[in-house]
């Protein structure tokens, strides 16, 4: 088993209607991990996409007056273009309507019957076609679905999977890998739902309807042309599909399913934990194909205090919050690199948070410009004006020594709490050094050595933080990837020593080093007057 591949996959998106900040918000903490394990050295794979059967799609696509297909293939490129202006590193992106796909999630049916896992029988019961979810009647809540959705009762011929079989097997999972639900709160409600309640009952986890007959928007039953799959199962499969399953000996699925340990690790919003913790391990078990590492699910965000909801108007699009970024002078890569940052700094991962442009301004300016900005633009511009722009031998001060074995501990440290999906918490850790780094700065005043002409003082305090501030981009490179690239394209530092290896004393920028004219990495969002 290696250590060093890692699989991270975002859900994949329903085509009904164009992307928002929720399909950001997955995406973009899918990147930054991904991103920050390929800083650590790991072969990474990276996986988003788009879910394009079912109910839900077929009747967005007829209301438009359009074929499914052509509809499909319509918004589904309007995700890819969003996962290109995020400056999303994934590796690929699939489309459940692509042949490669169909054909895995048919082979995945064909081992699932031929184990003996699927049989043909009658489905009667609710249906939510929004959440392409079948629900029992103890389940509704005033008539309604529990995420409110309204339901409707079928009735048809349908295969089932023999969920029921899987109860003990998945208990017995979540014993025995406690994080497999992360965050750990949870996995009660995972629990509870396998359980069937607080306790333990005997067959609460129902037999669940694979197929479907009343609509033909789907991946065909093998076998069966009037069965179309169930949304939920053909979108599962995506996951292996994209390593090239059914060929269970591609080098991709060797390497990023079966050859890995902390990965594959799915993160999903909270409200399709259940599909991801609980049906897919069941489907994976019943084909005896190895299991997932890890399903995070994080919040939902709000709008200002409010729910987000298409009635409400109120929906907010990655697009005009970029647009609005752009109004305070930032060029398009630094909008994205806000809005990711942002993101997952505001809220920590697995709980709700607020939207609001207010929260975001006081944010971006505290901790981006005004607290790593203002220090990379002071002492930078120092540096180039005041020694020709070279560094010179540092550590003379033990408080500068002290400031840079911080610096060195910058990777650890991050990596703990991203090993957590912290993001908040590492963010934290880059932005507490640069803290330090500007005390240390008002108090060593190089300005004032420079008016005493105490020279070479002034250049080991300068230098001393241009080694921090390449420690500090190299790490910050994964939350705001240009931005940081700017920051070390500033400091003249050499694009094949970026990785966090080279956050030590041996790759310090060394005496004569020189850097290049610095220029504002983070505009401050704030309304300019005339
Ligand atoms: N197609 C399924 C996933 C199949 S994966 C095999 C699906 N698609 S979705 O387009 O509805 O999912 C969108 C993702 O966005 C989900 O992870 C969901 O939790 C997330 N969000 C939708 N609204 C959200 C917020 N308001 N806030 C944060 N995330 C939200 O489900």
Redesign the pocket.
């Known amino acids: 088993m290696s250590y060093k591949n890692f699989y991270i996959t ?5 085509v ?1 209607d164009v992307p ?4 950001a ?2 995406s973009i903490s899918c990147d930054v991990m991904a991103r920050f394990k390929r800083l650590e050295g790991f072969d990474v794979r990276f996986l988003t996409g788009t ?1 394009e059967h079912g109910q839900k799609v077929e009747k967005s696509a007829i209301s438009r007056g359009k074929t499914p297909q052509q509809f499909c293939d319509e918004i589904s490129a309007k995700f890819r273009e969003l996962a290109q202006t995020l400056n999303l590193s994934n590796d690929d992106f699939i489309r459940t309507t692509e042949e490669r796909h169909k054909k895995s999630a048919q082979e995945l049916w064909c081992i699932l019957e031929k184990n003996g896992w699927i049989y043909k029988s009658v489905y009667e019961g609710w249906y939510a076609v929004r959440d ?1 979810a079948f629900y029992g009647e103890d389940e509704l809540v005033n008539g309604k679905a529990p995420t409110g959705a309204d339901v409707e009762w079928h009735k048809e011929e349908s295969y089932f999977f023999k969920l029921s079989a899987f109860q003990d097997k998945l208990l017995a999972l979540y014993e025995a890998v406690p994080d497999f639900v992360q965050p750990a709160s949870k996995l009660n409600e995972v629990l509870s739902f396998v359980r069937g309640g607080k306790d333990y009952v005997k067959g609460a986890l129902r037999d669940l309807s694979i197929s479907r007959t009343s609509f033909g928007w789907g991946v065909k039953v093998p076998g069966e042309e009037s069965h179309v799959m169930y ?2 199962l053909d ?2 499969a ?2 292996i599909s994209a390593l090239g399953f059914p060929n269970t000996q591609d080098p991709l699925i060797q390497k990023f399913w079966c050859d890995t340990t902390d990965s594959p690790v ?7 934990l259940r ?2 913790a609980v049906y ?1 391990p069941a489907f994976l078990m019943a084909a005896q194909i190895p299991l997932p590492n890890k399903v995070f699910a ?5 709008n200002e205090g409010q ?2 909801s298409k009635s409400l108007g109120n929906v ?1 699009d990655p697009h005009a919050e970029l647009e609005w970024l752009k109004t305070f002078g930032c060029d398009d890569s630094q909008a994205v690199d806000y809005f990711r940052y942002f993101l997952l700094r505001e809220v920590p991962f697995g709980n ?1 948070g607020d939207y609001s442009r207010k929260n975001f301004t006081t944010r971006i300016n505290a901790e981006l410009a005004n607290n790593i900005g203002n220090l990379a633009q002071r002492i930078l511009s120092m540096v180039y004006k005041n020694n020709d722009g070279k560094i010179v031998n540092i550590s003379y001060y033990d408080d500068a020594k002290e400031l840079l074995e911080k610096a060195y501990k910058l990777p650890a440290e991050v990596t703990f709490e991203m090993n957590k999906f912290a993001f908040d918490e590492a963010i934290e850790k880059i932005v507490n050094f640069a803290r330090a780094c500007n005390l240390f700065v008002d108090q060593k005043a190089p300005w004032t050595m420079k008016k005493e002409h105490r020279y070479e003082e002034m250049n080991m305090v300068l230098s001393t933080i241009a080694e921090s501030l390449r420690c500090l981009a190299i790490t910050l490179q994964p939350f705001v990837p240009t931005i940081s690239a700017r920051m070390l394209d500033l400091l003249n530092v050499e694009k094949n020593q970026r990785d966090l290896k080279f956050v030590n004393g041996d790759f310090s920028l060394k005496a004569d080093h020189k850097i290049n004219e610095p220029k504002g990495l983070f505009p401050r969002l704030e309304t300019k007057t005339t």
Do not use: C, M, Q, R
């Open positions: 975002s859900p994949i998106y329903y009904n928002h900040i929720g399909h918000y997955t879910d392409e949304v939920w979108a599962l995506n996951y799915h993160v999903v919003g909270k409200d399709i599909f991801h897919w994080h919040g939902w965000w709000t729910k987000i907010i709700d």
